[in-house]
Nanobody, 120 residues
Framework: QVQLVEFGGGLVQAGGSLRLSCAVS??????????MGWYRQAPGKQRELVATITNFGSTNYADSVKGRFTISRDNAKNTVYLQMNSLKPEDTAVYYC????????????WGQGTQVTVSS
């Protein structure tokens, strides 16, 4: 069974920083872990894309986080990171890790979610 295990999150003041990480729980060839990314869902809102990164390192960001957030990954560890700087109260949400993995077939996997709260 494949699981995504998230770490990080918490409470921070506006302007502060947090780092999220997410690891694939099972030993899978890194070439079978395709796009990895982060999504978030604020109360009363739909889940939205924050950032994605391919296994070749190509990145994509939501306009709202460009210049403040950085996504990266360690293919050897099948781990993706999200460095969040200059946090704003509107960044408050539950953040979910996502990975498209080819393991007995290609499908999307999701982490359990981690709360990020930014106080003003």
């Amino acid at each position: 069974q494949v699981q995504l295990v998230e770490f990080g999150g918490g409470l921070v003041q506006a302007g502060g920083s947090l780092r999220l990480s997410c690891a694939v729980s099972r030993n899978i060839f890194s070439r079978n872990v395709n796009v990895m990314g982060w999504y978030r869902q604020a109360p009363g809102k739909q889940r939205e894309l924050v950032a994605t990164i391919t296994n070749f390192g190509s990145t994509n960001y939501a306009d709202s986080v460009k210049g403040r957030f950085t996504i990266s990954r360690d293919n050897a560890k099948n781990t993706v990171y999200l460095q969040m700087n200059s946090l704003k109260p509107e960044d408050t949400a539950v953040y979910y890790c996502n990975a498209r993995i080819d393991y007995t077939g290609v499908r999307d996997y999701w982490g359990q979610g981690t709360q990020v709260t930014v106080s003003s």
